[in-house]
């Protein structure tokens, strides 16, 4: 089946630096993918969606220039986290679409990132 | 737009008791509809589907019926496990659009 792997799994980072986390399709190519974040015990929340070789759509309420989102390539998808605070201390989740699938989405492991 | 209702719990069972998720959406197209697992501090892992009306989904002794007059999907499993703790999530996509994901139900179950 399809796997979608993320790295790094877990993240401690320092106030006001900034963090990557990879996305990876493993066994196909994903035109599209999807960045969530999940609070505790709470439901995924998504952030943005993003298609190879363009600009990443945002959902409201979430920063652009905060959460950089790229997707250079049809296996990889990067997010980074900028100037990071205690705030965005979160799980965050990515997700992929491939070329051949309108429904059905293939979810990462999640990423914790602690802000310090 | 397209929303999903699930119970929210916590639900607690007795291990081989009988489990009913409720899940109800809304849509304005013909979504294919999924339950999702997570365990603690893991992601999410597909755990089944159905892509039309009185399909049902089944995986794991878990199962689900698409049921379009109720617009309900809601997932049973006949004798739970103590490792099926966990939260489930009820969601919907329709063709090339993003993920609806209910709330999520956490289920506890205690030997």
């Given at each position: 089946g399809a796997v979608v792997s993320q790295h790094p799994s877990r993240v401690i980072c320092k106030s006001g630096t900034s963090v990557k986390i990879e996305c990876r399709s493993l066994d196909f190519q994903a035109t599209t993918m999807f960045w969530y974040r999940q609070f505790p015990k709470?439901?995924?929340?998504?952030?943005?969606?993003?298609?190879?070789?363009?600009?990443?759509?945002?959902?409201?309420?979430?920063?652009?220039?905060k959460f950089l989102i790229n997707h250079a390539s049809l296996t990889l998808s990067t997010l980074t986290?900028?100037?990071?605070?205690?705030?965005?201390?979160s799980f965050y989740i990515c997700s992929a679409r491939g070329t051949d699938l309108s429904y059905e989405q293939y979810f990462g492991p999640g990423t914790r990132l602690t802000v310090t | 737009g397209d929303s999903v209702t699930q119970m929210?719990?916590?639900?607690?069972?007795?291990?081989?008791?009988?489990?009913?998720?409720?899940?109800?959406?809304?849509a304005t197209g013909y979504p294919s509809l999924f339950w999702y697992?997570?365990?603690?501090?893991?992601?999410?892992q597909l755990l089944l589907k159905a892509t039309k009306a009185d399909d049902k989904g089944s995986n794991k002794g878990f199962e689900a019926t698409y049921r379009k007059e109720t617009t309900s999907?809601?997932?049973?499993?006949?004798?739970?496990?103590?490792?099926?703790?966990?939260?489930?999530?009820?969601?919907?996509?329709?063709?090339?659009?993003?993920?609806?994901?209910?709330?999520?139900t956490s289920l506890s179950v205690i030997p």
């Open positions: 709470k439901s995924l929340m998504l952030m943005a969606t993003s298609n190879e070789g363009s600009k990443a759509t945002y959902e409201q309420g979430v920063e652009k220039d986290v900028t100037s990071a605070h205690p705030e965005d201390s | 929210e719990g916590p639900v607690t069972l007795s291990e081989e008791a009988f489990l009913t998720i409720n899940c109800t959406y809304t697992v997570q365990y603690p501090g893991e992601g999410l999907f809601h997932l049973e499993k006949g004798s739970v496990q103590v490792s099926d703790s966990a939260v489930y999530f009820c969601a919907l996509i329709e063709p090339y659009d993003k993920v609806i994901f209910g709330p999520g």
